[in-house]
Every structure is written in C-alpha cells, then in structure tokens.
C-alpha cells in the first residue's frame, strides 16, 4: 500500500538522521531501507519542525517496520493515511534542507 505520512522531525537528532541517510546505514537495511530513502528525499517541510511525504509499505501495520528501526529515532507524531499513488507536496525539499545544516558538521 501507499500512504501519505505526516510527522514531525526532532531538530537535535537531525545531524545524525542526515549521516544515516547518506552513509548507506538505512540504504542497506532490509527490506525497506531503498524506500526510506527515497521517501525521505520526496518529504517537503510543509509546516514548523513538520514534514510530510509519501511512501510504500508492504506492512500489515502502517509503516511497523520503518517506525522501529529508522522513524522512532528521528520522527514523532507520525499520521499515516491510504493514497492510491506516490503524492507530491509542496515545501522545501526536507533532505536539502537537513543537507544545509549538517552536511559540514
């Protein structure tokens, strides 16, 4: 299934959250570790500390798997709703973003 997701991004753990996407630590995470990624780079910053994108899940439960492993640490507030296809959303690019504050730490 697709979904839209909501959430909010905890700002001191992003430094460590930008090292992660970008390392190949969630990359190669099985089984879902691509689509986080990748998730990640659709999510647009759409309101204070708030970012919102779309995503495939294979999960009987919204999103289980990537909530344990990768979103508990780094995300709060998830909201998930049903899509039939990937959504775009208007914001800056939530990886550029975190890209420009630390990338250089």
Known sequence: MIYTVKARY???KMGEFYQKLTDG???N???DGYEIVNSMKRAKITGPESIQWSEMCLCPTPLK?????VYKHFLTDIETEIVDD???FEGESFMDFIAKQHSDK
């Open 86 to 88: 990937y959504m775009e």
């Open 29 to 31: 995470q099985k089984p």
């Open 10 to 12: 905890m700002e001191k």
């Open 65 to 69: 798997h990537e909530r344990e492993t």
């Open 25 to 27: 630590t969630i990359q």
